[in-house]
């Protein structure tokens, strides 16, 4: 587990470094923060703390991975310096509070109400494994880009090096045969990684503008990259229904 205890060491320091009041961009970072420069509401926001992933990585049995674009648009309230959830990292770690499901939290829906980005991972992941139960506490989700803006409104294209050392080496110890990509940017990743061309997902979408790929990789994992027009997120419950068969799940 060499690669996920280093990752969560980094993170832990790094957010620690954050809420102490040096919200500078660390040498280690700053290929990655360079690699988007979008503007107007897809400005890069360095007033809220970055969220590279979240979700249990230490100790978790059964998870479902998934990967995202981006944090998404700041809430300075829970985010910013003084906000709530930056007021629980005084008291804990990165990690810890990662792992705790805070955007589904008595805090957050409070003053925020359901966060529909998270229920619909959940409720893709329960779909998908048709278990209604599954503990949305076994979630684990990467960004593709760690720092938050409202939109997405340039390229997002972080160096192979950067997303191996952050995002799949990491993954590779977890106990997963999938791990599932949403966004289009996330089809440009393969190849910078040097992976092989992948396949076309076979699926009866019922979304005529999805599009699907499968990347195998050096874990013996299988990066499934999945997109629509206008929109970053997982699929609906047909299509997650496609895709389960397609997997041979069901």
Known sequence: MAALSALVD???????RWVGGDTSVSERLRSWFESYSGTGRGKVRLDVFPEPYTG????NDAP????????????PRFQAPGGIFVEQLKTMRYSEWAASVPYASREWEALAGRNRFYQNRFA????????PRWNAS?????ELYPYHSSGVTAKMQPPGAVLREFVLDPIAELDTPHVFAF?????GVPE???????????????????EARVYPLPSGQDLIVMAQNGYAGPPGERDTEALARA???R
């Open 183 to 187: 966004g289009k940017p996330w089809f």
């Open 10 to 16: 980094f993170w832990d320091a790094e957010i620690e």
């Open 247 to 249: 997997l041979r799940l």
């Open 192 to 210: 910078r990684l040097g992976l092989p061309a992948g396949r076309t997902l076979a699926a009866e979408w019922t979304t005529p503008s999805r």
């Open 64 to 75: 479902v991975v998934m990967l995202g674009l981006n944090p998404g648009a700041a809430v």
């Open 56 to 59: 249990r990585l230490l100790g």
């Open 138 to 142: 076994d979630g684990v989700y990467f």
């Open 124 to 131: 893709f992941a329960r779909r998908l494994l048709n278990s």
